[in-house]
């Protein structure tokens, strides 16, 4: 072997050894950007797309693959694309629908606020028409879809903060009649609750951030589909490059096994603390899908059977403001005052300065996040340790 210089030996050694003759059990986090190929013909195959490999990471990555494999078998889909957030794959939805200058859209008046402003600002400022809606109003949707012919109906599953749910069989009927794809944002609800490609639904996406990774410790997004409707969306990845890293689709992976048992101890505890709040004389009003009372209670059970109800609660503060709610998250010695939503641990937020922040006092009365609003994310920690911190600080406010 010629004797080469330290800067080419600290480039070189250790690297590309014989292929191994045995199987990790775990996907390893293949961080390698470039794949070699014995003989040239092979790499010449694999970018002519004859032969399945890999070339360069933007195009795809082993350990992202293995993600999309997971996704795809856990939403029913024919394939995933795994993004670098919830908003990228958002954005790649939009754009594989359809969505372009002199597109319209019709979405729910209650989205996350960053798609709000994706539709709204981001694409709004490209020319593209967005009219957002109460999908409760089935005919006033219907009256939207024949005047706009929009590309695609935008909606959550279960909205955020104040927990309305989207009758989506009816919605996918609606808008397939007027040639409009379905994109939904199933983040809230996940495939342990609910599987909206059986009812017809063209794209799933996901923020995997939340309870598919789970442990609040890895950004992602995916798009679920058809194949034939996954192409565009693998184009706009391979254009655009909002492209998961090795190492989040690595914890997104590793979350995705636990997820399902998670879910059950996230829905089982959101459904004790929901009760619980409902008889408390500090709290004005709790939202949860699962209390008989909620509007929605029995489109609920058609849509999630005997699953669950997923781990997000609202609740009002009686007479609350936004001094009580800071007294109310200072007390709290468990639950976590934290942006984000499904990890393990309990988190709260409170909308009116969060997702909420940019809207009038005004405007968020008509969007009934009122100044005494609470969202909880509930975590997987003992229902009943989680109940006595919220007792222990609403005895504070
Ligand atoms: C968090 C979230 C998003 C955005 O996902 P990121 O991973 O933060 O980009 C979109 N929709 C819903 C419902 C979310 O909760």
């Known amino acids: 072997m ?4 330290i800067y080419t030996t600290a480039v070189h050694a250790g690297e590309r050894g014989p292929a191994p003759d045995f199987t990790p059990v775990t996907t390893p986090i293949y961080n390698s950007v470039g794949y070699i190929y014995p003989e040239m013909q092979e790499l010449d195959d694999v970018f002519a797309g004859s032969k399945a490999g890999y070339n360069y990471a933007r195009f795809g990555n082993p350990t992202n693959h ?28 939009c754009l594989a629908a359809g969505v372009k200058a002199g597109a319209s859209v019709v979405a729910a008046q209650d989205l996350y606020g960053a798609t709000y402003a994706l539709l709204a600002r981001f694409f709004g400022g490209m020319g593209v028409r967005s009219r957002f809606l109460d999908l409760t ?24 903060p104040l927990l309305k ?9 609606l808008a397939h009649a007027y040639g409009a794809k379905v994109i939904v944002d199933s983040t809230f609800t996940t495939p342990y609750l609910y599987r909206p490609l059986e009812d017809g639904v063209d794209y799933v996406v996901h923020s995997t951030t939340k309870y598919l990774a789970g442990h609040g410790d890895a950004l992602g997004g995916a798009v679920i589909s058809s194949a034939a409707d996954a192409r565009p969306v693998r184009e706009a990845l ?38 619980w709040l409902t008889a408390h004389p500090a709290v004005a009003h709790v939202n949860f899908p699962g209390l008989a009372a909620h509007p929605q ?9 005997d699953r669950g109800y997923g781990g997000m609660i609202s609740f009002e503060l009686r007479g609350g403001d936004q ?16 942006t984000s939503l499904g990890d393990v641990y309990t988190l709260v937020l409170y909308p009116a300065h969060s997702s909420h922040r940019s809207m009038t006092p005004a405007e968020r ?16 920690e003992d229902p009943q340790d989680i109940i006595a911190d919220l007792d222990q600080a609403l005895a504070r406010v």
């Open 2 to 5: 010629t004797k080469r210089s």
């Open 66 to 93: 293995a993600l999309e494999v997971a996704l795809a078998a856990l939403e029913g889909g024919e394939e995933a694309v795994a993004f670098g957030s919830g908003m990228a794959a958002l954005h790649a939805a």
């Open 137 to 160: 109003d089935l005919e006033g949707v219907e009256r939207a879809l024949a005047e706009l012919r929009p590309v695609a109906l935008v909606l959550e599953v279960i909205s955020n």
């Open 165 to 173: 749910l989207a009758d989506v069989p009816r919605l996918v009927k």
């Open 238 to 275: 391979k254009q655009v490059g909002g492209n998961l890293g090795p190492n989040e689709a690595y914890l997104a992976l590793r979350g995705l096994k636990t997820f399902p048992l998670r879910m059950r101890q996230h829905c089982a505890n959101a459904a004790l603390a929901a009760e």
């Open 297 to 305: 209670h029995g489109l609920a059970r058609r849509l999630f059977g």
């Open 323 to 338: 001094a009580a709610v800071f007294r109310f998250f200072e007390a709290l010695q468990l639950c976590l005052p934290v």
């Open 365 to 380: 009365a008509i969007a009934q996040v009122g100044p005494g609003l609470v969202r909880m994310s509930v975590g997987i």
